[in-house]
T-cell receptor
């Protein structure tokens, strides 16, 4: 079974509107971390936001927020007030903290976001 | 945020030659670095985990004699693609584990695009 599932291969949003990118995960480890990265066409991976499994509140970083629903095992990324520069591939990733994981990240297949003017 | 550099950004080589890619953490020490490979329009595939002062841990199916990894210092890891062939052409991207803060985040280099003729 896939550990990280991103069901939206592509998403379109109008400039200045909000958009939600979906991510569900699968783990039996009680301690884990969830990450979102942005990859523009240049190829660099840009860290956006982090949510720990024990965090009580949803993470926020500027226009990015993470809608963490632990019981549903979902960690959706919400981008508010979309900008043209937000057009990129977005990857959800998970790090399981159990011994032996060596802090590896498991990535989803990504969602290509296109912001229309 | 933490900065990771990668050199070269792009390399074209002849089949049979070896190529070395450097990954440096510029403003933090990284005891653990990771090497990924990414094919066009696909997600990142972890190749190996590089720990300073010890042998790298390779993922299943990755040839350790083909992809040599050296993590000689807390700020530098190198990936050498030995006897490169056209099927090794890909985007190689490294990350460095940054321990400060709760996130224990991996920060990525800008990637290296390898083309083997």
């Amino acid at each position: 079974a896939q550990k990280i599932t991103q069901t939206q291969p592509g998403m379109f949003v109008q400039e200045k509107e909000a958009v939600t990118l979906d991510c569900t995960y699968d783990t039996s480890d009680p301690s884990y971390g969830l990450f979102w990265y942005k990859q523009p066409s240049s190829g660099e991976m840009i860290f956006l936001i982090y949510q720990g499994s024990y965090d009580q509140q949803n993470a926020t970083e500027g226009r990015y927020s993470l809608n963490f629903q632990k019981a549903r095992k979902s960690a959706n990324l919400v981008i508010s007030a979309s900008q043209l520069g937000d057009s990129a591939m977005y990857f959800c990733a998970m790090r399981e903290n159990s011994g032996g994981s060596n802090y590896k990240l498991t990535f989803g297949k990504g969602t290509l976001l296109t912001v229309n003017p | 945020g933490a900065v990771v550099s990668q050199h070269p950004s792009r390399v074209i080589c002849k089949s049979g030659t070896s190529v070395k890619i450097e990954c440096r953490s510029l403003d933090f020490q990284a005891t653990t670095m990771f090497w990924y490979r990414q094919f066009p329009k696909q997600s990142l595939m972890l190749m190996a985990t590089s720990n300073e002062g010890s042998k790298a841990t390779y993922e299943q199916g990755v040839e350790k004699d083909k992809f040599l990894i050296n993590h000689a210092s807390l700020t530098l890891s190198t990936l050498t693609v030995t006897s490169a062939h056209p099927e090794d052409s890909s985007f190689y991207i490294c990350s460095a584990r940054e321990l400060w803060g709760a996130a224990d985040t991996q920060y990525f280099g800008p990637g290296t695009r390898l083309t083997v003729l």
